[in-house]
Protein backbone atom coordinates (compact mmCIF):
# COMPACT_ATOMS: atom_id res chain seq x y z
CA UNK A 1 0.00 0.00 0.00
CA UNK A 2 1.37 3.72 -0.84
CA UNK A 3 1.55 6.27 1.11
CA UNK A 4 0.84 9.61 -0.12
CA UNK A 5 2.44 12.47 2.34
CA UNK A 6 2.22 15.90 1.43
CA UNK A 7 5.27 18.36 2.81
CA UNK A 8 4.29 21.86 2.74
CA UNK A 9 6.62 24.58 3.57
CA UNK A 10 7.21 28.44 2.79
CA UNK A 11 10.72 30.13 3.79
CA UNK A 12 14.33 29.32 3.86
CA UNK A 13 14.67 27.95 7.30
CA UNK A 14 11.71 25.49 6.58
CA UNK A 15 13.23 24.35 3.28
CA UNK A 16 16.72 23.50 4.13
CA UNK A 17 15.28 21.41 7.45
CA UNK A 18 12.56 19.64 4.80
CA UNK A 19 14.54 19.37 1.87
CA UNK A 20 16.69 16.37 3.09
CA UNK A 21 13.23 14.84 4.44
CA UNK A 22 11.50 15.45 0.72
CA UNK A 23 14.53 13.61 -0.49
CA UNK A 24 14.33 10.99 1.39
CA UNK A 25 10.58 10.71 1.09
CA UNK A 26 10.86 10.86 -2.83
CA UNK A 27 13.22 7.94 -2.74
CA UNK A 28 11.41 5.72 -0.39
CA UNK A 29 9.55 2.64 -2.11
CA UNK A 30 5.68 2.62 -0.61
CA UNK A 31 5.64 6.28 -0.46
CA UNK A 32 4.46 9.01 -2.80
CA UNK A 33 5.79 12.08 -1.80
CA UNK A 34 3.69 15.53 -3.06
CA UNK A 35 5.25 18.66 -2.35
CA UNK A 36 3.58 22.16 -1.76
CA UNK A 37 6.03 25.52 -1.29
CA UNK A 38 3.76 28.71 -0.36
CA UNK A 39 6.76 30.80 -0.89
CA UNK A 40 5.73 32.95 1.96
CA UNK A 41 9.64 33.79 1.04
CA UNK A 42 10.46 34.03 -2.24
CA UNK A 43 14.27 34.21 -3.83
CA UNK A 44 15.02 33.14 -0.81
CA UNK A 45 13.23 29.72 -1.00
CA UNK A 46 14.27 29.47 -4.91
CA UNK A 47 17.53 29.36 -3.54
CA UNK A 48 17.36 26.10 -1.06
CA UNK A 49 15.31 24.33 -3.86
CA UNK A 50 17.41 24.64 -6.54
CA UNK A 51 20.36 23.66 -4.14
CA UNK A 52 18.61 20.29 -3.57
CA UNK A 53 17.56 19.87 -6.86
CA UNK A 54 13.32 20.35 -5.81
CA UNK A 55 10.58 21.06 -8.24
CA UNK A 56 6.93 21.64 -6.33
CA UNK A 57 4.30 19.88 -7.27
CA UNK A 58 2.30 23.11 -6.44
CA UNK A 59 3.66 26.66 -5.55
CA UNK A 60 0.68 29.20 -4.27
CA UNK A 61 3.64 32.36 -4.34
CA UNK A 62 2.18 34.04 -1.85
CA UNK A 63 5.11 36.38 -1.15
CA UNK A 64 4.18 40.10 -1.69
CA UNK A 65 5.86 43.38 -0.48
CA UNK A 66 5.22 44.62 3.32
CA UNK A 67 2.90 41.42 3.77
CA UNK A 68 1.42 41.31 7.55
CA UNK A 69 1.10 38.05 9.33
CA UNK A 70 -2.58 37.85 8.98
CA UNK A 71 -2.10 38.29 5.39
CA UNK A 72 0.55 35.34 5.00
CA UNK A 73 -1.76 33.12 7.69
CA UNK A 74 -5.04 34.16 5.14
CA UNK A 75 -3.21 33.22 2.16
CA UNK A 76 -1.85 29.85 3.20
CA UNK A 77 -5.42 28.86 4.65
CA UNK A 78 -6.98 29.62 1.00
CA UNK A 79 -4.44 28.54 -1.20
CA UNK A 80 -3.67 24.97 0.21
CA UNK A 81 -7.38 24.36 0.33
CA UNK A 82 -7.53 23.18 -2.94
CA UNK A 83 -4.34 21.57 -2.91
CA UNK A 84 -5.51 19.27 0.04
CA UNK A 85 -8.86 18.63 -2.05
CA UNK A 86 -6.74 17.39 -5.54
CA UNK A 87 -3.83 15.40 -3.86
CA UNK A 88 -5.94 14.16 -0.83
CA UNK A 89 -2.76 13.40 1.37
CA UNK A 90 -2.44 10.46 3.68
CA UNK A 91 -0.71 13.01 6.00
CA UNK A 92 0.95 16.56 5.91
CA UNK A 93 3.79 17.22 6.79
CA UNK A 94 4.74 20.79 8.35
CA UNK A 95 8.17 22.39 9.56
CA UNK A 96 9.11 24.06 12.93
CA UNK A 97 7.16 27.40 13.62
CA UNK A 98 6.66 29.32 10.40
CA UNK A 99 3.18 30.95 9.36
CA UNK A 100 3.00 28.84 6.68
CA UNK A 101 3.32 25.87 9.45
CA UNK A 102 0.57 26.59 11.53
CA UNK A 103 -1.84 27.77 8.85
CA UNK A 104 -1.21 24.62 7.04
CA UNK A 105 -1.63 22.27 9.57
CA UNK A 106 -4.68 24.23 10.71
CA UNK A 107 -6.23 23.79 6.71
CA UNK A 108 -5.12 20.30 6.96
CA UNK A 109 -7.53 19.83 10.61
CA UNK A 110 -10.46 21.69 8.38
CA UNK A 111 -10.58 18.80 6.23
CA UNK A 112 -9.40 15.91 8.88
CA UNK A 113 -6.22 15.27 7.42
CA UNK A 114 -3.70 14.03 9.98
CA UNK A 115 -0.55 16.17 10.75
CA UNK A 116 2.98 15.20 11.04
CA UNK A 117 5.07 18.01 12.53
CA UNK A 118 8.25 17.92 12.13
CA UNK A 119 10.74 19.83 14.81
CA UNK A 120 8.20 19.46 17.62
CA UNK A 121 8.71 20.52 20.99
CA UNK A 122 10.32 23.44 21.11
CA UNK A 123 9.43 26.35 23.85
CA UNK A 124 10.38 29.32 25.44
CA UNK A 125 7.17 29.80 26.86
CA UNK A 126 6.91 33.16 26.63
CA UNK A 127 3.98 33.66 23.66
CA UNK A 128 5.53 36.59 22.22
CA UNK A 129 9.58 35.94 22.06
CA UNK A 130 9.79 34.56 19.57
CA UNK A 131 7.15 36.44 17.70
CA UNK A 132 5.33 34.85 16.12
CA UNK A 133 6.79 31.73 16.25
CA UNK A 134 6.35 30.49 19.84
CA UNK A 135 2.68 30.47 19.76
CA UNK A 136 2.55 29.18 15.76
CA UNK A 137 4.43 25.89 17.19
CA UNK A 138 2.12 25.36 20.35
CA UNK A 139 -1.09 25.91 18.17
CA UNK A 140 1.01 23.19 15.68
CA UNK A 141 1.69 21.15 17.68
CA UNK A 142 -2.25 20.72 19.28
CA UNK A 143 -3.31 19.91 15.53
CA UNK A 144 -0.82 17.69 14.71
CA UNK A 145 -1.17 13.65 15.24
CA UNK A 146 2.43 12.93 15.02
CA UNK A 147 5.32 14.93 16.98
CA UNK A 148 8.67 14.37 15.40
CA UNK A 149 10.88 16.00 18.54
CA UNK A 150 14.63 16.21 17.96
CA UNK A 151 15.47 16.04 21.59
CA UNK A 152 14.29 14.39 24.64
CA UNK A 153 13.36 17.88 26.51
CA UNK A 154 11.63 18.50 23.40
CA UNK A 155 9.18 15.07 24.28
CA UNK A 156 9.00 15.79 27.29
CA UNK A 157 7.62 19.63 26.56
CA UNK A 158 4.82 18.07 24.41
CA UNK A 159 3.95 15.08 27.42
CA UNK A 160 3.22 18.10 29.97
CA UNK A 161 1.06 19.11 27.25
CA UNK A 162 -1.01 16.10 26.93
CA UNK A 163 0.15 15.00 23.95
CA UNK A 164 -0.21 11.30 23.37
CA UNK A 165 3.32 9.32 24.10
CA UNK A 166 2.71 6.78 21.26
CA UNK A 167 2.68 9.35 18.91
CA UNK A 168 6.14 11.29 20.33
CA UNK A 169 9.53 10.13 18.51
CA UNK A 170 12.82 11.43 18.87
CA UNK A 171 14.50 11.99 15.73
CA UNK A 172 17.94 14.71 16.20
CA UNK A 173 17.13 17.54 14.23
CA UNK A 174 17.08 17.30 9.97
CA UNK A 175 18.59 20.29 10.02
CA UNK A 176 21.87 17.71 10.68
CA UNK A 177 21.16 16.24 8.25
CA UNK A 178 20.97 19.26 5.39
CA UNK A 179 24.26 20.68 6.82
CA UNK A 180 26.32 17.50 6.65
CA UNK A 181 25.10 16.90 2.92
CA UNK A 182 26.42 20.73 1.82
CA UNK A 183 29.36 20.87 3.98
CA UNK A 184 30.97 17.64 2.53
CA UNK A 185 31.03 19.21 -1.00
CA UNK A 186 33.70 21.05 -1.92
CA UNK A 187 33.07 24.52 -1.86
CA UNK A 188 34.80 27.94 -3.34
CA UNK A 189 33.21 31.53 -2.73
CA UNK A 190 31.55 33.37 -5.39
CA UNK A 191 30.97 36.56 -3.53
CA UNK A 192 33.71 39.04 -3.46
CA UNK A 193 34.01 39.61 -0.08
CA UNK A 194 34.39 36.09 0.79
CA UNK A 195 37.06 35.48 -1.98
CA UNK A 196 39.70 37.81 -0.58
CA UNK A 197 38.88 37.15 3.07
CA UNK A 198 41.62 35.63 4.93
CA UNK A 199 40.06 32.76 6.89
CA UNK A 200 43.12 31.78 7.84
CA UNK A 201 45.08 34.79 8.87
CA UNK A 202 41.92 36.23 10.45
CA UNK A 203 39.39 35.62 13.27
CA UNK A 204 36.62 36.16 11.25
CA UNK A 205 32.75 36.16 13.49
CA UNK A 206 29.83 35.34 10.94
CA UNK A 207 26.77 37.29 12.42
CA UNK A 208 22.86 37.24 11.72
CA UNK A 209 20.33 39.39 13.07
CA UNK A 210 16.70 39.84 12.11
CA UNK A 211 13.79 38.54 14.66
CA UNK A 212 11.17 40.67 15.05
CA UNK A 213 11.85 41.23 18.70
CA UNK A 214 15.12 42.84 18.47
CA UNK A 215 14.07 45.30 15.80
CA UNK A 216 14.84 49.23 16.87
CA UNK A 217 16.95 48.97 20.50
CA UNK A 218 17.55 45.63 21.21
CA UNK A 219 19.19 45.60 17.38
CA UNK A 220 21.13 49.01 18.40
CA UNK A 221 22.21 47.68 21.23
CA UNK A 222 23.79 44.16 19.41
CA UNK A 223 25.27 45.79 16.52
CA UNK A 224 26.62 48.92 19.25
CA UNK A 225 28.68 45.74 20.70
CA UNK A 226 29.84 43.91 17.21
CA UNK A 227 31.22 47.16 16.38
CA UNK A 228 33.15 47.77 19.50
CA UNK A 229 34.46 43.78 19.00
CA UNK A 230 35.91 44.65 15.93
CA UNK A 231 37.55 47.83 16.74
CA UNK A 232 39.07 46.15 19.41
CA UNK A 233 40.73 43.36 17.82
CA UNK A 234 42.51 44.03 14.80
CA UNK A 235 42.89 39.93 13.83
CA UNK A 236 38.91 39.88 13.58
CA UNK A 237 37.00 40.20 10.41
CA UNK A 238 33.07 40.80 11.13
CA UNK A 239 30.59 39.19 8.33
CA UNK A 240 27.29 39.87 8.23
CA UNK A 241 24.86 38.80 5.28
CA UNK A 242 22.69 41.57 6.42
CA UNK A 243 18.26 40.46 6.29
CA UNK A 244 16.35 41.68 3.29
CA UNK A 245 14.02 43.31 6.15
CA UNK A 246 14.43 47.33 5.07
CA UNK A 247 14.01 48.17 8.96
CA UNK A 248 17.40 45.84 9.73
CA UNK A 249 19.27 47.76 6.92
CA UNK A 250 18.59 50.96 8.08
CA UNK A 251 19.96 50.09 11.53
CA UNK A 252 22.62 48.19 10.07
CA UNK A 253 23.99 50.54 8.19
CA UNK A 254 23.53 52.95 10.90
CA UNK A 255 25.51 51.42 13.26
CA UNK A 256 27.85 49.12 11.12
CA UNK A 257 28.51 50.20 7.97
CA UNK A 258 32.30 51.98 7.47
CA UNK A 259 33.62 50.09 10.49
CA UNK A 260 36.95 48.77 9.70
CA UNK A 261 36.85 45.21 8.63
CA UNK A 262 33.15 44.75 9.34
CA UNK A 263 32.04 43.82 6.09
CA UNK A 264 28.02 43.98 4.79
CA UNK A 265 26.84 41.85 2.18
CA UNK A 266 23.88 40.22 0.90
CA UNK A 267 22.12 37.16 2.02
CA UNK A 268 23.92 34.12 1.15
CA UNK A 269 22.60 30.98 -0.29
CA UNK A 270 22.61 28.07 1.79
CA UNK A 271 25.96 26.33 -0.04
CA UNK A 272 28.24 29.40 0.55
CA UNK A 273 26.58 30.18 4.06
CA UNK A 274 27.17 27.06 5.40
CA UNK A 275 30.97 27.36 4.40
CA UNK A 276 31.51 30.34 5.60
CA UNK A 277 29.82 29.47 8.64
CA UNK A 278 33.16 26.30 8.84
CA UNK A 279 35.57 28.56 8.58
CA UNK A 280 34.60 30.99 10.80
CA UNK A 281 35.85 31.40 14.06
CA UNK A 282 32.62 32.33 15.92
CA UNK A 283 29.37 32.83 15.61
CA UNK A 284 27.18 35.78 16.90
CA UNK A 285 23.59 35.19 15.76
CA UNK A 286 19.43 35.89 17.05
CA UNK A 287 18.52 32.80 14.42
CA UNK A 288 17.08 29.12 15.75
CA UNK A 289 18.65 27.18 13.42
CA UNK A 290 22.23 28.24 13.55
CA UNK A 291 22.49 27.26 17.69
CA UNK A 292 21.64 23.84 15.92
CA UNK A 293 24.02 23.68 12.77
CA UNK A 294 27.15 25.80 14.14
CA UNK A 295 28.20 23.54 17.23
CA UNK A 296 27.95 20.43 14.07
CA UNK A 297 31.18 22.32 12.95
CA UNK A 298 32.88 23.00 16.55
CA UNK A 299 32.17 26.57 16.57
CA UNK A 300 30.96 28.61 18.93
CA UNK A 301 27.49 30.51 19.42
CA UNK A 302 26.65 33.57 20.96
CA UNK A 303 22.55 34.21 20.86
CA UNK A 304 21.49 37.82 21.16
CA UNK A 305 18.04 36.94 22.31
CA UNK A 306 16.35 37.00 26.04
CA UNK A 307 15.78 33.51 25.73
CA UNK A 308 16.19 30.24 23.20
CA UNK A 309 13.42 27.36 23.17
CA UNK A 310 17.02 25.19 22.33
CA UNK A 311 18.27 25.28 25.48
CA UNK A 312 19.88 21.81 24.95
CA UNK A 313 22.36 23.48 23.37
CA UNK A 314 23.09 26.24 26.20
CA UNK A 315 23.56 23.05 28.73
CA UNK A 316 25.98 21.36 26.48
CA UNK A 317 28.10 24.24 26.36
CA UNK A 318 28.40 25.23 22.47
CA UNK A 319 26.15 27.84 22.93
CA UNK A 320 25.61 30.86 25.37
CA UNK A 321 22.55 32.80 26.00
CA UNK A 322 24.11 36.59 25.76
CA UNK A 323 20.80 38.51 25.64
CA UNK A 324 20.26 42.51 23.87
CA UNK A 325 22.39 44.05 26.38
CA UNK A 326 25.62 45.74 24.94
CA UNK A 327 27.91 45.05 27.30
CA UNK A 328 26.84 41.82 27.83
CA UNK A 329 27.27 40.82 23.84
CA UNK A 330 30.42 42.35 23.96
CA UNK A 331 31.73 41.12 27.52
CA UNK A 332 30.97 37.10 26.09
CA UNK A 333 32.68 38.01 22.48
CA UNK A 334 35.93 39.43 24.25
CA UNK A 335 35.98 36.60 26.39
CA UNK A 336 35.98 33.75 23.59
CA UNK A 337 38.48 35.97 21.69
CA UNK A 338 40.88 36.34 24.73
CA UNK A 339 40.30 33.17 26.43
CA UNK A 340 41.63 30.42 24.36
CA UNK A 341 40.39 27.47 27.34
CA UNK A 342 36.96 29.42 27.20
CA UNK A 343 36.98 28.91 23.68
CA UNK A 344 38.15 25.38 23.15
CA UNK A 345 35.35 23.99 25.87
CA UNK A 346 32.59 25.82 23.83
CA UNK A 347 34.20 24.44 20.46
CA UNK A 348 34.94 20.66 21.62
CA UNK A 349 30.83 20.23 23.37
CA UNK A 350 28.91 17.40 21.74
CA UNK A 351 25.96 19.02 19.45
CA UNK A 352 22.70 17.42 21.07
CA UNK A 353 21.09 17.61 18.15
CA UNK A 354 21.89 14.63 16.13
CA UNK A 355 24.15 12.64 13.65
CA UNK A 356 22.49 13.37 10.30
CA UNK A 357 20.13 10.52 10.12
CA UNK A 358 16.84 12.36 11.48
CA UNK A 359 15.52 12.34 8.08
CA UNK A 360 15.38 8.11 7.92
CA UNK A 361 14.15 8.17 11.40
CA UNK A 362 11.11 10.37 10.39
CA UNK A 363 10.59 8.23 6.86
CA UNK A 364 10.40 5.06 9.20
CA UNK A 365 7.90 6.13 11.68
CA UNK A 366 5.87 7.99 9.19
CA UNK A 367 5.39 4.05 7.63
CA UNK A 368 5.23 2.05 10.71
CA UNK A 369 2.23 4.77 11.70
CA UNK A 370 0.42 4.26 8.11
CA UNK A 371 0.78 0.37 8.90
CA UNK A 372 -0.82 0.36 11.92
CA UNK A 373 -3.68 3.16 11.82
Request: hydrophobic fraction near 40%; proline fraction near 5%; aromatic fraction near 6%.
Amino acid sequence: MSIKVLSVFGTRPEAIKMAPLVKALQAEEGIESVLCVTAQHREMLDQVLELFELTPDYDLNLMKKNQTISQITSGVLEGIESVLQEVQPDIVLVHGDTTTTFAAALAAFYQKIPVGHVEAGLRTYDKYSPYPEEMNRILTGNLAELHFAPTERNRNNLLREGMSDAHIYITGNTVIDALLQVADKPYEFEEETLKTLDFEGRRVITVTCHRRENLGENMVHIFSAIRDIAREFPDVEVVYPVHLNPKVREIANEILAGTERVHLIEPLQYQPFVNLMSRSYLIITDSGGMQEEAPSLGKPVLVVRKETERPEAVEAGTVRLAGVERDTIYGMAKELLSNEEAYKKMAQAVNPYGDGQACARIVNHIKEWAANK
